[in-house]
């Protein structure tokens, strides 16, 4: 079955850190770049950060640049997110996305977990 | 960086009409790189649409996007009742890949 599924998801306080993880299953993990996105409870979606098929590239959104680092491991088919200084605003269910076309950066997802809640709160 | 609007932000419909979504571009959307996605309550969105009019697979002809440059509109021909969700809208190619805030279609 395609699939991918996030881990790692928690309670943290402000400026703590974590480590989410996705594994996938179904489709050939290295081919695909990767992404991050989050939902705030209640709002809308945000592009956190992408990662190239080869894992050289890396993307992230202002919001996050240099507080967070996407990496991935393609023998093990699994994509990480490590977060830094995590802040109130981090608070968010954060959702691994498949891009739609092989080997390309296009930054839309044709598939998604099923996500995880990340809680930053004193 | 582009930002999306989406009108209107809810829409109450009954099954069997048609719903009319629109999402407008800050800037043109190059290479018509804009995609729409459905979400329903505790789920993940689904891609619908890709490239501003292509469906993506699994998707029902009754979903149809156009438009380009700033002005985009999905369309769902006769809503089931399983249409009735929050849809986004997405640019994309150019990272920042931004989303739209989401027009809700909920049930008159």
């Known amino acids: 079955e395609v699939q991918l599924l996030e881990s790692g998801g928690g309670l943290v306080q402000p400026g703590g850190s974590l480590r989410l993880s996705c594994a996938a299953s179904g489709f050939t993990f290295s081919d695909y770049v990767m992404s991050w996105v989050r939902q705030a409870p209640g709002k809308g979606l945000e592009w956190v950060s992408a990662v190239s098929a080869s894992g050289g590239g890396t993307f992230y959104a202002d919001s996050v640049k240099g507080r967070f680092t996407i990496s991935r491991d393609d023998s093990n088919s699994t994509l990480f997110l490590h977060m830094d200084s995590l802040r109130a605003e981090d608070t968010a269910i954060y959702y691994c996305?498949?891009?739609?076309?092989?080997?390309?950066?296009?930054?839309?997802?044709?598939?998604w977990g099923r996500g995880t809640l990340l809680t930053v709160s004193s | 960086e582009i930002v999306l609007t989406q009108s209107p932000g809810t829409l109450s419909l009954s099954p069997g009409e048609r719903a009319t979504l629109s999402c407008r571009a800050s800037q043109s959307v190059g290479s018509n790189y804009l995609a729409w996605y459905q979400q329903k309550p505790g789920q993940a969105p689904r891609l619908l649409i890709y490239g501003a009019s292509s469906r993506a697979t699994g998707i029902p002809d009754r979903f149809s996007g156009r438009g380009s440059g700033t002005d985009f509109t999905l369309t769902i021909n006769r809503l089931e009742p399983e249409d009735f969700a929050v849809y986004y809208c997405q640019h994309y190619g150019t990272s920042p890949f931004t989303f739209g805030p989401g027009t809700k279609v909920d049930i008159k």
């Open positions: 996305a498949k891009d739609h076309w092989q080997w390309l950066l296009t930054g839309h997802f044709d598939l």
